[in-house]
């Protein structure tokens, strides 16, 4: 791709992403990316892909009028979640706000059940009643999906209580964006983190607008890893477009919390390259910046070149995984277009148990 | 001039002490700011110092005399240049508690819960008569099926407790058959709780179950939510609800909601409890009544006791109940005594609201707190040959609409009575649900009772005139009869 050759020779020379760059961070971070193996880059490669696909596919479907009130896309941040995902083990769970759908994918959650509650039917994970904001899964250990901006700070502390309290070994990702690392209930969960050594990986996802303002206008303190440093919670800045990055930099954080040693905070420099939300025109940023990194740090090209450079994948190989990656995204879409709406009936239960 | 010690208060409601020690011995020289003596309370312990310098010519009250009320004179101090024993023998005759003199009453159920709110002119005085501890058993018997205790099987023995006590046995039993059930608020380890409710259980389950936390409420309420969702049974102990408004996100939008949102995947096993609603001269922002705010939001369940019965089986119960629940307690109830059933495991269930007192001319339906003005109001009432029932709701939500709809469809006459503000108070509900089911029914059109509608003032005589009171109960009640 042309996109990818032009990438080749610019690494590294984003308008603000500091790619590796361990500046101002409380634990260096390898300069350089560690490398994937091919499984590694495959696993990268398929795992985005869905996500891409499947969120580009909500898109057209919320323009088509199937997916209504909120619809928050991923799109541009998938090396974020698919490399914090490889880096868990069976039972450590994960929580976040709601832009959600590429955790809910990562995590290993049903195509069609997220497609189907985004479109408020049946077969949706919630049975319709939900949304975009708001799925679950025990079976795969994701707990939310919430609305409220900061919330899923004091949940995800509150998981990795309950996994020192079990004693089970567990790590809760906890993921939250620039915007809400301004919120006061950050901060508290911080302290009893670090206070009770609780074994949580804050992963604050800098995609660097919280809604329409920059992170510049919002926070007095712009490098998210410091935003520990007088609770003593260790942080580092990553390079989340870089899915090695991501990788490597989230297993030292998830070994840090399993060993007992407390919280960590993993700072996420990534971007999105749509709206906040589907209402949103983006007059808070040029069409150039949005162009310059998707040409020059897209995660998952990064990972296609690898595929076919170093791993000498051929560009049928590719498609074949391509045209796989859109059946799913397409079976969901089906599926969740020709489902029924939840039954009449349904409004008046799961209220109590 | 001799001068009278008096017995402090440590805090508004407190109404008794211990005297636990004498640290100057009579005859002894004290300055201003020495300590002259040690109190206790179930809540607390201080240290009493002198305010004026002399000499301590006669101790009144001696070394580990229980329940001293506030404000009995427990010492005499000589001024200076007087007279040491001329000065202790002319003090007035001390009002000397005798606990031991005094009779044990035994616990009544009609007369249970009938201390009241201090307020700014019953403070014991030099007429206060020290409060003794209810001794002995008390055995439910001819119980019939309208009983104030149909939960309690017949022959049960009762013994008396305060609800404070009440609430702690309940989570202690419960955390002993349950190993995911913990603790956590502020000063509840360490310091014992606040208000002493979690006395002793930091001693028995150790740090791990008894949390201390920061003070945090926003974060440790959406620490305990978390918990829950995996499947502990959190008891998040507010300090008192006013500063549950800082965690009220998490109550309602992650707790409560989330089994919805989930479809019934992912609900809260959590109770949420502490003091509601005013003491006494704490101002406004340490009094609000939070009952008919959580008793708003589907997904929660709001209880609300009274008793120290009732305190202990529905906290039980609610420590079981797999929903987010939302217990409010009240500071004024926690010391007092009520006859609780001696039984391995007793529980209430949530929900139902009981028949404190039967009668026929008219219902009062109240809660918490507000039970005290109805029951003392029932009295009132049946001086002037009017018959009045008491239900007691204890659950707000889900709220027993059947009980009260057939003590209207019996009475057809009504009046609510609740310390929260009237503009949707759980009394507007009631009317409401009154309306929907007995219409038909009714004689007179239902008067609520309630808080007035302002901030909570400090002052004694506007506090008094903010609260509901006997008089408002009686009043409403004979204007629903007609009378």
Redesign the interface.
């Known amino acids: 791709m042309a996109v990818a050759a032009r990438k080749a020779g610019r690494a590294g020379a984003g308008a603000a992403n500091k790619t590796t760059s361990t500046k101002g961070s409380t634990r260096g971070a390898a300069l350089n990316s560690p490398q994937f193996d091919k499984n590694q880059d495959l696993t990268a490669y398929n795992d985005m892909l869905l996500i891409r696909r499947f969120e580009e596919k909500s898109g057209q479907m919320y323009g088509m009028g199937l997916i209504g009130g909120f619809c928050h896309l991923y799109i541009g941040q998938e090396a974020v979640v698919v490399g914090m995902q490889m880096a868990t083990k069976e039972g450590d769970q994960v929580i976040t706000g709601y832009r959600d759908h590429g955790h809910m994918l990562a995590c290993g959650m049903d195509a069609k059940g997220v497609m189907a509650e985004l479109t408020g039917r049946r077969g949706g994970l919630s049975k319709g009643k939900g949304g975009s904001m708001h799925m679950f899964s025990k079976e795969k250990h994701f707990y939310g999906g919430h609305g409220i901006v900061g919330a899923q700070v004091s949940l995800g502390t509150g998981i990795a209580f309950a996994n020192h309290y079990r004693e089970n070994g567990n790590v809760c990702l906890t993921y939250f964006g620039d915007g809400a690392a301004n919120q006061g209930q950050v901060y508290e969960s911080f302290n009893m983190a670090q206070l009770w050594k609780l074994p949580v990986v804050y992963v604050i996802e800098n995609n660097r607008y919280a809604m329409g303002t920059a992170v510049s206008r919002a926070s007095a303190q712009t490098d998210f890893s410091k935003r520990g440093v007088s609770f003593g919670i260790p942080g580092e800045q990553v390079d989340g477009m870089d899915i090695r990055a991501v990788y490597a930099a989230g297993q030292r954080a998830i070994e840090h919390a399993r060993s007992g040693k407390g919280p960590y905070i993993l700072e996420m420099q990534t971007y999105r390259y749509r709206g906040h939300s589907m209402s949103d025109p983006a007059k808070y940023r040029t069409k150039d910046e949005v162009t310059r990194m998707r040409e020059e740090h897209d995660p998952i090209e990064q990972v296609r070149r690898r595929l076919l450079e170093s791993w000498k994948l051929s560009e049928d190989e590719l498609k074949a995984i391509d045209s796989r990656v859109r059946e799913i995204v397409n079976e969901a879409a089906e599926f969740a277009t020709h489902d029924p709406e939840p039954d009449p009936s349904e409004l008046y239960t799961d209220i109590l148990l | 001039m001799a001068i009278d010690i008096l017995m402090p208060a440590l805090s508004p409601t407190m109404e008794q002490g211990k005297l636990a020690k004498w640290l100057k011995k009579e005859g002894d020289q004290v300055k201003p700011g020495d300590v002259l003596a040690e109190i206790e309370t179930d809540k607390a312990t201080m240290e009493v110092e002198a305010i004026d310098e002399g000499v301590l010519a006669k101790i009144l009250v001696s070394d580990g005399t229980d329940n001293v009320a506030v404000n009995t004179p427990i010492a005499i101090l000589a001024g200076e240049g007087e007279d040491v024993s001329a000065a202790a023998s002319s003090a007035k005759a001390p009002a000397a508690p005798a606990p031991e003199a005094q009779p044990a009453p035994t616990p009544d159920m009609e007369r249970e819960g009938m201390a009241d709110r201090p307020s700014a002119d019953s403070i014991p005085g030099t007429d206060a008569k020290p409060v003794a501890e209810p001794a002995s058993p008390y055995v439910i018997q001819n119980r019939t099926a309208h009983d104030a205790m149909a939960e309690i099987p017949e022959g049960t023995e009762m013994v008396s407790m305060t609800v404070r006590e009440a609430l702690r046995d309940a989570m202690a039993e419960e955390m002993r058959k349950d190993d995911s059930v913990?603790v956590m608020g502020e000063e509840v380890a360490e310091y014992q709780g606040a208000y002493k409710v979690t006395q002793g259980l930091l001693q028995e389950f150790g740090a791990?179950r008894v949390i201390d936390?920061?003070i945090?409420e926003?974060?440790?309420?959406?620490?305990?939510?978390?918990?829950?969702?995996?499947?502990?049974r959190p008891i998040v102990e507010f300090m008192t609800f006013n500063f549950a408004m800082q965690a009220i996100?998490?109550i309602i939008?992650?707790a409560a909601k989330?089994?919805?949102?989930?479809?019934?995947?992912?609900?809260a096993p959590i109770v949420f409890r502490g003091p509601n609603g005013a003491a006494a001269r704490v101002g406004a922002q340490h009094s609000h009544d939070y009952a008919a705010w959580y008793s708003n939001v589907?997904?929660l369940?709001v209880v609300a006791p009274y008793t120290a019965s009732d305190a202990k089986g529905l906290l039980k119960s609610a420590i079981r109940d797999?929903?987010p629940i939302v217990f409010l307690e009240n500071e004024i109830l926690y010391g007092q005594s009520f006859p609780v059933p001696k039984l391995d495991d007793f529980t209430v269930p949530i929900g139902k609201a009981r028949i404190h007192r039967q009668g026929k001319d008219v219902t009062i339906v109240s809660f918490s707190i507000g039970m005290t003005y109805a029951l003392k109001a029932a009295q009132e009432l049946e001086k002037e040959g009017i018959d009045a029932e008491v239900i007691d709701l204890r659950t707000i939500r889900p709220m027993d609409t059947d009980t009260i709809v057939a003590s209207v469809m019996k009475t057809g006459r009504c009046v609510t009575v609740e310390e929260g503000f009237p503009q949707s108070g759980v009394g507007a509900e009631i009317v409401t649900r009154i309306m929907e089911n007995a219409f038909d029914y009714l004689d007179a059109p239902v008067i609520r009772v309630t808080g007035k509608d302002v901030p909570m003032p400090y002052a004694a005589n506007l506090e008094k005139l903010a609260l509901p009171n006997v008089a408002e109960v009686v009043q409403a009640a004979k204007a629903v009869c007609y009378r």
């Open positions: 913990f791990k936390t920061p945090t926003h974060g440790f309420a959406g620490v305990g939510v978390g918990a829950a969702f995996t499947g502990l996100d998490q939008n992650s989330t089994l919805y949102m989930s479809g019934g995947q992912l609900g589907p997904g369940k797999p929903n």
